[in-house]
């Protein structure tokens, strides 16, 4: 495997008494594309986002790209995470009010630059997800599908170190689903994009170059 660029050691959550996640450890190499399952509750996606700094872990550290976050700020950890950090969401998590070009380049608002760059970015990225004629539609108007691949081109827009999937497919039909695979699989070969993504098909995980399972908590292989 190729130099890791994420790193999770030992980490444990807990939610009031109750041990969601235990002693999990988890390496991703540059350039990997890693699926985590396990069956629906085993803690997967609560470990996804202790990996990805969406939550902090009751112990254990993290380590993305040679900086370990599980101690920074709230503040450093935002920042972190919109500059070295993608998120691909089940639920696709655009916002309503915003047009398909407008919710892609979201991650950038924040950085100074113009707006007419911001558009070109969104636009190149659309382009790639086929859906350069949708750019100024808004979600309503949009298939499951091309919601989701706005989301992706959201994810990119950043030039991510790293993408994190939450059952990406999740909410899609068979055949829309196995086209969002491709365009992930796609991404990762074509731009060595290092992936994580979580879902229970154990299908979909068979794209991925590694499978990692999880019980009860545990990582298991």
Same mark, same amino acid.
């Given at each position: 495997?190729?130099?890791?660029?994420?790193?999770?050691? +030992?980490?444990?959550?807990?939610?009031?008494?109750?041990?969601?996640?235990?002693?999990?450890?988890?390496?991703? #190499?540059?350039?990997?594309?890693?699926?985590?399952?396990?069956?629906?509750?085993?803690?997967?996606?609560?470990?996804?986002?202790?990996?990805? #700094?969406?939550?902090?872990?009751?112990?254990?550290?993290?380590?993305?790209?040679?900086?370990?976050?599980?101690?920074?700020?709230?503040?450093?950890?935002?920042?972190?995470?919109?500059?070295?950090?993608?998120?691909?969401?089940?639920?696709?998590?655009?916002?309503?009010?915003?047009?398909?070009?407008?919710?892609?380049?979201?991650?950038?608002?924040?950085?100074?630059?113009?707006?007419?760059?911001?558009?070109?970015?969104?636009?190149?990225?659309?382009?790639?997800?086929?859906?350069?004629?949708?750019?100024?539609?808004?979600?309503?108007?949009?298939?499951?599908?091309?919601?989701?691949?706005?989301?992706?081109?959201?994810?990119?827009?950043?030039?991510?170190?790293?993408?994190?999937?939450?059952?990406?497919? #999740?909410?899609? +039909?068979?055949?829309?689903? +196995?086209?969002?695979?491709?365009?992930?699989?796609?991404?990762?070969?074509?731009?060595?994009?290092?992936?994580?993504?979580?879902?229970? +098909?154990?299908?979909?995980?068979?794209?991925?170059?590694?499978?990692?399972?999880?019980?009860?908590?545990?990582?298991?292989?």
């Amino acid at each position: 495997m190729s130099e890791a660029i994420l790193v999770g050691a +030992d980490l444990t959550k807990t939610f009031d008494k109750l041990t969601v996640v235990r002693k999990a450890s988890l390496s991703v #190499g540059d350039g990997e594309f890693v699926a985590l399952v396990g069956k629906s509750g085993c803690g997967k996606t609560t470990l996804l986002s202790l990996l990805s #700094g969406l939550e902090r872990p009751t112990s254990g550290s993290v380590t993305i790209a040679g900086k370990e976050i599980s101690s920074a700020t709230e503040d450093e950890l935002a920042l972190f995470r919109r500059e070295n950090v993608g998120f691909v969401f089940q639920s696709f998590n655009l916002i309503p009010t915003l047009t398909a070009w407008e919710n892609a380049a979201l991650p950038l608002f924040p950085v100074k630059m113009t707006t007419e760059e911001r558009r070109r970015r969104a636009a190149e990225l659309l382009e790639k997800m086929e859906l350069g004629d949708r750019m100024e539609h808004l979600p309503a108007t949009l298939s499951g599908g091309e919601k989701q691949r706005v989301a992706i081109a959201r994810a990119l827009i950043n030039r991510p170190k790293i993408v994190f999937a939450d059952e990406p497919t #999740g909410n899609l +039909d068979t055949a829309t689903g +196995d086209a969002i695979m491709a365009i992930l699989n796609r991404l990762h070969r074509e731009q060595g994009m290092t992936l994580l993504m979580v879902t229970h +098909d154990t299908e979909l995980a068979k794209t991925a170059d590694r499978v990692v399972r999880m019980q009860d908590g545990e990582v298991l292989s």
